[in-house]
T-cell receptor, first 111, second 109 residues
Framework: EADIYQTPRYLVIGTGKKITLECSQT?????MYWYQQDPGMELHLIHY???????EKGDLSSESTVSRIRTEHFPLTLESARPSHTSQYLC??????????FGPGTRLTVL | GQSLEQPSEVTAVEGAIVQINCTYQ??????LSWYQQHDGGAPTFLSY????GLEETGRFSSFLSRSDSYGYLLLQELQMKDSASYFC??????????FGSGTKLNVKP
């Protein structure tokens, strides 16, 4: 059973606010990922990590940061939220296999 | 850059067979994955092909031809619950995946 959690599930926030989206997994997976997905569209890789203290940027990373201080925790921070950040954010993890396990997502609305 | 192409939408009737194609042009290639995503839900893993050929898992099969940069997902005995979006994803290196834009499958009674 895959256990990966994201909080909050829904967030409505004003422009310019700093926000942190939380992601935790209990599977001991080394690799973790953040994707952005607009409704009915493809997943865009924002950041990924292949272990503690390692993070790499994806294609949409310029306005966000991540950290990986513990294996199970991979938070995503937007320093200054903008309406263009309105989207769904999906966290995923994977171990030695080829499967990525996805969390339930955070639906973010920036007013 | 990375490019994955899938049809945007496919419609089929219950009990039928449907094939969803994926062609790709990527900087690296380790394998091709398929994911299912219901409206409002998270993607769930269906299959992974690293080598050429057909992999079968119940009603779902996935095929890969590395020389053609092409793969497909085959769904047999379609059920209403199969209505969802299906994404192909290429593993471009050990840690990184790129996803296609998804194919919305509509199953009609």
């Amino acid at each position: 059973e895959a256990d990966i959690y994201q909080t909050p599930r829904y967030l409505v926030i004003g422009t310019g606010k700093k926000i942190t989206l939380e992601c935790s997994q209990t599977m001991g997976h080394d690799k973790m990922y953040w994707y952005q997905q607009d409704p009915g569209m493809e997943l865009h890789l924002i950041h990924y990590s292949y272990g503690v203290n390692s993070t790499e940027k994806g294609d949409l990373s310029s306005e966000s940061t991540v950290s990986r201080i513990r294996t199970e925790h991979f938070p995503l921070t937007l320093e200054s939220a903008r309406p263009s950040h309105t989207s769904q954010y999906l966290c995923a993890s994977s171990g030695q296999g080829n499967e990525q396990f996805f969390g339930p997502g955070t639906r973010l609305t920036v007013l | 850059g990375q490019s994955l192409e899938q049809p945007s939408e496919v419609t089929a009737v219950e009990g039928a067979i449907v094939q969803i194609n994926c062609t790709y042009q990527t900087s690296g290639f380790y394998g091709l994955s398929w994911y299912q995503q219901h409206d409002g839900g998270a993607p769930t893993f269906l299959s992974y092909n690293a080598l050429d050929g057909l992999e079968e898992t119940g009603r779902f099969s996935s095929f890969l031809s590395r020389s053609d940069s092409y793969g497909y997902l085959l769904l047999q005995e379609l059920q209403m619950k199969d209505s969802a979006s299906y994404f192909c994803a290429v593993r471009v290196d050990f840690n990184k995946f790129y996803f296609g834009s998804g194919t919305k499958l509509n199953v009609k009674p």
